[in-house]
């Protein structure tokens, strides 16, 4: 069950535009986070301001430049394992699919990807949500899963998209997978270093079979292994449900997780162009007990990308 919203008091509030990003002289560059806050429950948390946060690289603390809540577009992949092994699930995917595309709202663009030994997009960048249902009720299994040229491949044509027009977006790939890489050139590692340097929140949902024989259980724990680093590293969240039965409720935590982000930007007080990695964290001072999730840290712009 999707958990409920709670807002923290505040004065009075009225619904602003979507705001534009300050602009910036060129070659400045600006470290952009979505950032989620939930409460000991669970509870999704709104209301807060931008003197309640205190943003740390590593260990320096950062002015913010931008902060930003309320009427974020979003612009996401959506992927289905459409493997053999998903055959008996696709229903319930289909379902739980199409539910989550009717939450999406005029301003906000959406891909579905199936993958099996290839990945194929069944509908491109779109807000039409008929168009995005349909892609849904297309999904066919076959063949083997190869998970991680399907998210190498989503999360380079998901930085594509960026902000155009001075227009702030938040950006998320939505992974359903019964959690077994069987055909991948690509390598774990070299997912997760993508992943790594891309402001794309990753959310993963793993079934998997409980008959499972004991060679598929170990796939599926190096599977979830990889899953829950790249949720953890880039802001995001893996969910392991007990059947599919619980993908709705899943997909509308997910929805409701996208909705409630915080946007906070800064530019770094580090000016060293060394392609390190930085270590970020996000604190909300005046409240200690709630749980800030967000990317763990970003690779500064190396001495040759100039």
Known sequence: MSAALVSLPATAQTPRPTPRPPVFEAGIEVINLNVSITDPR?????????????????????????????????????????????????????????????????QDVAQVMQFNDRATVLQDFSADHGDLEDAFDRTEASGPTALHNALYVALKDLAKQKSGGGELRRRALVLLSDGEDTASLVSDDQVLELARKTEINIYAISLRSKTAPDRSRLKFSQAAHLLTALTQDTGGQVHFPNSPSELESIYDRIAEELRTQYNIGYVSTNPRRDGKWRRIVVRVPTREDLKVRHKLGYYGVPVAAR
């Open 42 to 106: 669970g509870q999704y948390i709104t209301g807060l301001t931008r003197d309640d946060f205190a943003v740390f690289e590593d260990g320096i603390k950062q002015d913010l430049s931008i902060f930003a809540h309320e009427n974020l577009p979003i612009s996401m992949v959506l992927m289905v394992d459409t493997s053999a092994s998903m055959d008996d699930k696709l229903p319930a995917a289909r379902t739980a699919g199409k539910r989550f595309v009717r939450t999406l709202r005029p």
